[in-house]
């Protein structure tokens, strides 16, 4: 027990140490002699987090003590605040922020609902955005009004109106008006009946995806420049939803003179949705994931080779942008979204016209929505009530149907440059996942 108190005694004094360091370097480096003698450094902050540390103990042991010297810690340092800006004219208060902060996470070390890994995350964090004073100040002042717009209008989308949404599909059979024609008409429904019309939170969620990597990519294109922004949005959409990165990126063409960045992002993002599929097949069925390692190969390899080339390509390109209004269009997004769930349930009605035995049939009809249901339920029947030969040519024809969507996409959504080269690179990645499942048969 003491050597535990002892531990955690001796962590509240390193949670202030480092983020101390970091505030005595930074007047260090740049504080005149006066602002130095005011600062608070290393050893300060260090006293100020032991000192929460102290009150987390006594609060924790139940001694109001804790709260008291606490409450007196508040108020020497509102008294810091206001002796030092009346002494620099310095009316910033983030030192003074960071040391309420320090002082906390040294109460919290003593509190074992938080881990103290997480206390430490925080800290570092903490020191993160306290050592970018400077950068995060100046990244704000080249904020446009429609750049704030645009985030405040999706923290609506994704954190006010998502959480509250049913998420419960309304089926064909529930609604009463097609009972009653169904009725009427001595027209069986049953078969009909199951299929899905619409879940209003994942109809949103679909919203909340495309305006989300647009806004992702927007956000790192200006913090890294528009190369590596867009590559990395859309190597993490990928991952989410290849459709809404490439639905995204093709939105954004209309408004750059240089596509080819974007392009090689929506390449990169769909050969990022290979190594997804492969993901669900591996724990599934390990022997139809041996089986069609060579295909794969075969997607994976031509869909970095032509990443790789489009990025090239693109290395002496200006990349200027057009004059932009506003980040994403929620409008775009509402229109995709009702069209990708009109798709999907008729993806749905056909499959249950063809029934399961015309395999290839279903799966390709099955990935016009969507590729992970189509993979999961061959991977399932891979090798027992199907073939892996077949199973793999249902993959190929489906995978092939999921990326020609996508071209369309491209076309409806994206810049007439955007289409054009969009659709060669997915072409070509066809074409070499067709080779290859001819070479293996």
Not at 394 to 399: F, G, K, M
Request: contains cysteine; glycine residues 8%.
């Amino acid at each position: 027990m003491y050597n535990d108190l002892l531990l955690r005694f001796g962590l509240s004094f390193l949670v202030g140490a480092i983020v101390g360091l970091e505030r005595e370097y930074q007047h260090d480096e740049k504080g005149s002699r006066m602002k130095r003698e005011t600062s608070m450094g290393i050893r300060t902050y260090s006293l100020i987090s032991f000192l929460g540390g102290v009150c987390g103990w006594l609060t924790v042991t139940g001694n109001l003590l804790g709260l008291v010297a606490a409450l007196l810690t508040g108020a020497m340092l509102v008294s810091y605040y206001i002796m030092s800006s009346l002494h620099t004219r310095d009316h910033g208060p983030t030192s003074e922020i960071g040391a309420i902060a320090v002082f906390f996470m040294g109460a919290l070390l003593f509190f074992p609902q938080f881990p103290i890994a997480l206390v430490f995350a925080t800290t570092f964090v903490i020191t993160f955005l306290l050592s970018r004073k400077e950068e995060i100040k100046s990244k704000i002042r080249t904020l446009h009004s429609f750049e704030t717009n645009a985030f405040v209008l999706y923290g609506i989308i994704a954190l006010v109106i998502l959480p509250f949404l049913p998420n419960t599909w309304i089926h064909l059979g529930d609604l009463k008006l097609v009972n009653e024609l169904a009725a009427a008409y001595n027209a069986p429904l049953n078969r009909f009946a199951s299929i899905e019309l619409v879940n209003p939170y994942r109809l949103w969620l679909v919203v909340t995806l495309i305006t989300g990597i647009d806004l992702l990519g927007y956000g790192l294109q200006k913090l890294l420049g528009g190369k590596k922004g867009w590559l990395l949005a859309a190597i993490s959409g990928g991952f989410i939803s290849s459709t809404a990165a490439t639905l995204a990126l093709a939105q954004r063409s209309k408004k750059m003179t240089d596509v080819t960045a974007l392009v090689t992002a929506a390449v990169l993002s769909n050969t990022t949705s290979f190594v997804q599929m492969m993901l669900l097949i591996l724990p599934l069925n390990a022997a139809f994931f041996t089986h069609s390692s060579l295909f794969f190969a075969s997607l994976l390899g031509t869909g970095i080779i032509v990443s790789a080339l489009l990025h090239f390509r693109s290395g002496n390109a200006t990349n200027e942008t057009k004059a932009a209004t506003s980040i994403f269009s929620l409008q775009s997004a509402l229109k995709f979204a009702v069209i990708f769930s009109l798709i999907r349930t008729g993806s749905q009605l056909a499959r249950q016209l063809f029934g399961e035995s015309g395999v290839i049939i279903t799966s390709a009809v099955g990935a016009i929505a969507g590729m992970d249901a189509v993979t999961i339920t061959l991977a399932d029947m891979a090798g027992k009530s199907l073939s892996f030969t077949n199973a793999l040519a249902a993959l190929a024809v489906a995978n092939t149907v999921n990326l020609s969507m996508k071209i369309f996409y491209a076309k409806t959504s994206g810049s007439p440059a955007f289409f054009r080269l969009f659709a060669i690179a997915i072409a070509t990645i066809i074409i070499a996942s067709v080779l290859t499942l001819l070479w293996i048969k």
